[in-house]
């Protein structure tokens, strides 16, 4: 027995996979998602703090323990986490953790717990961000850790950008910008048929809906701001459907690819069902915005059409059939010699090539 238990351990782990003890599956770790921007200096607002509620049920006392992490962000918009203090930006810096009643007793109900953070300063000069880990700790076992709405191993609860009020009004151009929208596309993600998934997609039409409508954004200053996508498509002069991306912080000279698709849940159900007309234009209208601080910059609009309609089968059919007709036309017939029929369309290839193999050997030998 002792034996198998090793095996099946062994195993676990060599797929990367921790073995978790038997109290992880009973304790459960909750955390409040803190706000995605933190503003110092708000006009009557003079001591703005941050609370996160963090809720614990099941049988083993544990300890609460709050961290600040710093994380950079790779071209592809991943996060690297990093400990706290690793940047100039660190939330470390700007942020304190009240003390507070970090030992869970275990209960039938739970407990929850309210952790305050509040700023070392009242007043900052520049942008801070990060993310903020709240860890679970049994009391003489194994650590586990948990973020926003389940239990889970230790991960950042939310990240935070800390920003000075009216920070974006006050800098210099060129130093913090509005995002700036670089591409615009849609693409049916419904493939009706063979000849649909073959064939490639024209510009502007749409063979079938949903589509998924993507935009790329850039932010082309130095400091970070905040930033989303929204959509409205309409039909008849009626709206079908508004969609939007959740904002999400953006790096100094970085870019991001945002995406919806034109679906609606059905109420009552976990069913989608297509928002999308089957035949007749579409207008879809994509609004790029992005704020810092408390300064909303102007968003950029830009108004698509596309136009709906299964053209592809049709298309395919009619240009069979015309290179069938083309064919059976060559076939016929000459009228200079009734019994002689046109050469088919094979043999006036291989007539072709014939010939360019014989100019090609006769060069050859004419070389000295």
């Known amino acids: 027995m002792k034996k198998l238990l090793a095996y099946v351990v062994a195993v676990t782990l060599s797929f990367g996979v921790t073995a978790i003890p038997s109290y992880a599956a009973s304790n459960n770790l909750k955390v409040s998602n803190p706000p995605e921007e933190f503003i110092i200096g708000q006009p009557g607002i003079l001591e703005p703090t941050l609370n996160l509620v963090v809720i614990i049920t099941g049988p083993v006392a544990a300890e609460i323990d709050v961290q600040f992490v710093d994380y950079v962000f790779d071209e592809s918009g991943n996060k690297a986490r990093l400990p706290e203090n690793s940047t100039p930006h660190s939330l470390a810096k700007i942020f304190s953790v009240t003390p507070f009643q970090n030992l869970y007793r275990p ?61 974006a009004g006050s800098i210099k151009n060129g130093k ?83 995406s919806v698709i034109t679906q609606s849940n059905i109420e009552g159900s976990r069913e989608t069902v297509n928002v999308l007309p089957d035949f007749g234009p579409v207008k879809i209208k994509t609004t790029l915005h992005s704020e810092l601080g408390g300064t909303k910059f102007d968003p950029v609009t830009v108004e698509s059409s596309v136009f709906v309609i299964q053209w592809k089968e049709p298309f395919f059919f009619i240009a069979l059939l015309a290179c069938l007709l083309w064919y059976i036309s060559r076939r016929r017939p000459s009228k200079d010699d009734p019994k002689r029929k046109q050469p088919s369309l094979v043999l006036l290839a291989l007539k072709a090539f014939k010939k360019y193999l014989k100019t090609r050997l006769a060069k050859l030998n004419l070389r000295p």
């Open 107 to 167: 209960s039938k109900s739970g407990s929850e717990f309210l952790i305050t953070l509040k700023p070392k300063l009242k007043k900052i000069e520049q942008i801070y961000y990060g993310g903020i880990k709240v860890s679970m700790n049994p009391l003489g076992g194994t650590r586990q850790s948990g973020i926003a709405s389940a239990a889970s191993t230790g991960a950042i609860a939310s990240q935070v950008n800390v920003t000075p009020y009216g920070f």
């Open 176 to 258: 913090i910008t509005g995002a700036e929208l670089s591409r615009i596309n849609f693409t049916s993600t419904n493939r009706t048929s063979i000849i649909d998934s073959f064939l490639p997609d024209l510009p502007g039409l749409i063979n079938s809906g949903p589509i998924e409508a993507k935009v790329r954004y850039r932010n082309n200053g130095e400091l970070p701001v905040f930033a989303f996508a929204s959509w409205e498509i309409s039909a008849n002069e009626k709206v079908l459907a508004t969609k939007r991306t959740s904002k999400s912080i953006l790096l100094g000279g970085r870019s991001a690819t945002r």
